[in-house]
């Protein structure tokens, strides 16, 4: 049985959270957890004929001393952007505009998330 740390069951409950709010506003997750040997995408949804969207999402327990989206500087961006193009290059899409958001999930101590979405945090 796999042992799992702290930090990746808060990143689970994290991802559960930000594919809950996604699916509320209209999106399809398409993939969670899309893993290239250039890196990994936390959620691909879409919403049909508008918006393919590859969400990094970042979730933190307590009081952090800074805020999760610092945590994607510009080299989790590249790889983001990698991964992305290896996901476009595997999975054409033809309709769709593309963006890279990024989520913030603050979970309090009864587990209960505040949620910040940045939209459109860097592009291609």
Request: charged share 30%; hydrophobic share 40%; with cysteine.
């Given at each position: 049985?796999?042992?799992?740390?702290l930090?990746?069951?808060?990143?689970a409950?994290?991802e559960e959270?930000?594919a809950?709010w996604?699916?509320?506003k209209?999106?399809?997750?398409?993939?969670?957890?899309?893993?290239t040997?250039?890196?990994?995408?936390?959620?691909?949804?879409?919403?049909?004929g508008?918006?393919?969207?590859?969400?990094?999402?970042?979730?933190?327990?307590g009081?952090?001393?800074?805020?999760?989206?610092?945590?994607?500087?510009?080299?989790?961006?590249?790889?983001?952007?990698?991964?992305?193009?290896?996901y476009?290059?595997?999975?054409?899409?033809?309709?769709?505009n593309?963006?890279?958001?990024?989520?913030?999930?603050?979970?309090?101590?009864k587990?209960?998330?505040?949620?910040?979405?940045?939209?459109?945090?860097?592009?291609l």
């Open positions: 049985m796999e042992k799992r740390s930090s990746n069951i808060v990143g409950k994290g959270i930000a809950k996604y699916k509320k209209g999106f399809r997750v398409l993939q969670q957890n899309y893993r040997p250039l890196g990994e995408i936390d959620l691909i949804v879409e919403k049909r508008r918006w393919l969207v590859f969400v990094e999402v970042k979730t933190r327990t009081t952090p001393l800074a805020r999760p989206c610092e945590a994607v500087d510009a080299r989790k961006q590249r790889k983001l952007i990698a991964a992305a193009q290896q476009l290059c595997d999975i054409p899409q033809t309709e769709e593309i963006r890279f958001d990024v989520m913030e999930i603050w979970l309090d101590e587990g209960h998330p505040t949620i910040s979405c940045i939209e459109n945090a860097f592009w």
